[in-house]
T-cell receptor, first 111, second 112 residues
Framework: DTGVSQNPRHKITKRGQNVTFRCDPISEHNRLYWYRQTLGQGPEFLTY????????KSRLLSDRFSAERPKGSFSTLEIQRTEQGDSAMYLC?????????FGPGTRLTVL | DQQVKQNSPSLSVQEGRISILNCDYTNSMFDYFLWYKKYPAEGPTFLISISSIKDKNEDGRFTVFLNKSAKHLSLHIVPSQPGDSAVYFC???????????FGKGTRLSVIA
């Protein structure tokens, strides 16, 4: 399968714990995006990378969130001191042109 | 302020008929528009896109129409099939490979 992959698919954590998600983009894609989707809403942009450079961060990305893309390949999204409001589907997408291709997402539940 | 609006939360259509999903936008800087389909517990799947220099793009059963003056686009699915039942998201971006701005989605139910 050469699509975008995300791990884990599901994560349940207790409030205050740190979590880290991983995204592996389509191999030749140089851009990688993180979005968050909550119930009844469309995906909302968090941050994106071109190769290893983080080009833009949304105001949704509080200082508890950090993302990296070392060597311009896979990316990680870390959430520190999780809060119940962080419960959502975290989606990763990659692109070479204007169309973005999404992974299956990581469903985070903060208890 | 929502820049991309899908005003119909849901739509039901008989199998074999046409499904028309609508989307409005407010940001005149958007120059590329996309439609995605999403099943529960999966990521969005890219369906079709259109550049602002065109007014129509067709791919099999799917056609997207763009009316720039009205800041409106629509997705037509003909004929509709039960497997088309999903949530459809309209998305837009400004020039360059910038992040997508999504609407809230329309849930399409195709009834056999």
């Amino acid at each position: 399968d050469t699509g975008v992959s995300q791990n884990p698919r599901h994560k349940i954590t207790k409030r205050g714990q740190n979590v880290t998600f991983r995204c592996d983009p389509i191999s030749e894609h140089n851009r990688l995006y993180w979005y968050r989707q909550t119930l009844g809403q469309g995906p909302e942009f968090l941050t994106y990378f071109q190769n290893e450079a983080q080009l833009e961060k949304s105001r949704l990305l509080s200082d508890r969130f950090s993302a990296e893309r070392p060597k311009g390949s896979f990316s990680t999204l870390e959430i520190q001191r999780t809060e119940q409001g962080d419960s959502a589907m975290y989606l990763c997408a990659s692109s070479l042109a204007r169309e973005q291709f999404f992974g299956p997402g990581t469903r985070l539940t903060v208890l | 302020d929502q820049q991309v609006k899908q005003n119909s939360p849901s739509l039901s259509v008989q199998e074999g008929r046409i499904s028309i999903l609508n989307c409005d936008y407010t940001n005149s800087m958007f120059d590329y528009f996309l439609w995605y389909k999403k099943y529960p517990a999966e990521g969005p799947t890219f369906l079709i896109s259109i550049s602002s220099i065109k007014d129509k793009n067709e791919d099999g059963r799917f056609t997207v129409f763009l009316n720039k003056s009205a800041k409106h686009l629509s997705l037509h699915i003909v004929p509709s099939q039960p497997g088309d039942s999903a949530v459809y998201f309209c998305a837009a971006s400004e020039s360059g490979n910038t992040p997508l701005v999504f609407g809230k989605g329309t849930r399409l139910s195709v009834i056999a």
